[in-house]
């Protein structure tokens, strides 16, 4: 089973089955654990849903079953680089303190409307779909646009729009990293927000170690 957080209206088709939505914190998974008779939990939430990998250690370690997280290795700076780093979302609010720029808020729709307090910045933004509330920010620029994404179309998108510093979190992986890429190409300054700390629990970051993990000493009958 596949469980969707129900942030992406339109999620991508998968060959497996799917829920969207919560479970109802660490009681509501044990329930849903123990009712569908799950043996093994995957945890392959975003590196900043500090909340439900919580959950799911939690949840895991009152049923008894085996728990494994999938996650991307964080960025590292490379040369050329000039990245501010940040502990979390608040203070990088706050690195926006002073003359009005055009900053690009790669975060995705979420937390956006906590630059609402910087409001003398001109802000882009880029949402995998539209539709939803109104953003509450003084005067952006809005992109609708899935990735993954390429550093030659994310260095054309930020000189459209004259862009002077990227905001973003420490997501890792390929599929969102171009920004880096422009940013370096471009020599803009990023504002990158780190992780935050999870519980400690056994790490992979390829889904076939996922895989080896769930066939370790299973009986197929063959």
Known sequence: MLSYAGRVASPKPQLIATRVGGFGGIDGLVSYIRERGITHLVDATHPFAAQMSAHAAAA????GIALIALTRPAWTPQAGDAWHHVADL???VA?????PRRVMLALGRMHVDAFAA????????????GGGDAVPLPPHDLVIDRGPFDVAGDTRLMR?????LVVCKNAGGSGAAAKLGAAR????????????????????H???????WLDHGADRGV
Request: aromatic share 4%.
């Open 206 to 212: 390829n889904p076939r170690a996922v895989l080896a």
């Open 160 to 164: 459209e729009h004259r862009i002077d």
């Open 118 to 129: 910087q409001p003398q910045h001109h802000y882009l933004l880029r949402f995998v779909d």
């Open 90 to 92: 608040d203070a990088a």
């Open 95 to 99: 690195a926006l303190d002073g003359a």
């Open 185 to 204: 190409a471009l020599g803009l300054p990023v504002i990158m927000i780190d992780r935050p700390a999870l519980p400690p629990r056994t790490e992979v």
């Open 60 to 63: 895991a370690a009152q049923t």
